[in-house]
């Protein structure tokens, strides 16, 4: 199965340009995401993505991210064999994300 990948660069481009179309997932454990995440990425840990399949929209392009790839690639093809064609996988991860000195969203203190 062919797994659709965008790396950081085209991310990037894609948030600026047409953000109301897409649908940021990370797939990490909510325990991860505390230590940061991509800007405007909701959290879906992969083992609840069947569980909440219905919380992932039909209309937009969805990205998916993890630490480096392959959760998330793994996810896609998960949601592809279960029909979702707008499904894309973030090539490297938040670890590719934080090597090109992007920002992260940091969860905020009690």
């Not at 481009?13 to 649908?23: A, C, F, V, W």
């Not at 840990?45 to 039909?58: G, N, Y």
């Amino acid at each position: 199965m062919f797994i659709n990948e965008i790396d950081v660069g085209e991310l990037v481009s894609m948030m600026e340009d047409k953000p109301d179309s897409l649908q940021i997932i990370d797939v990490r454990s909510a325990q991860e995401v505390t230590q940061g995440s991509i800007p405007s990425a909701e959290n879906i840990p992969m083992v609840t993505i069947p569980l909440r399949v219905e919380d992932i929209s039909e209309d937009k392009d969805i990205i998916l991210i993890c630490r480096s790839g392959a959760r998330s690639g793994q996810a896609c093809a998960w949601l592809q064999q279960n029909g979702r064609t707008k499904v894309t996988n973030l090539r490297g991860g938040v670890i590719a994300w934080a090597r090109s000195g992007l920002q992260f969203d940091l969860p905020k203190s009690a």
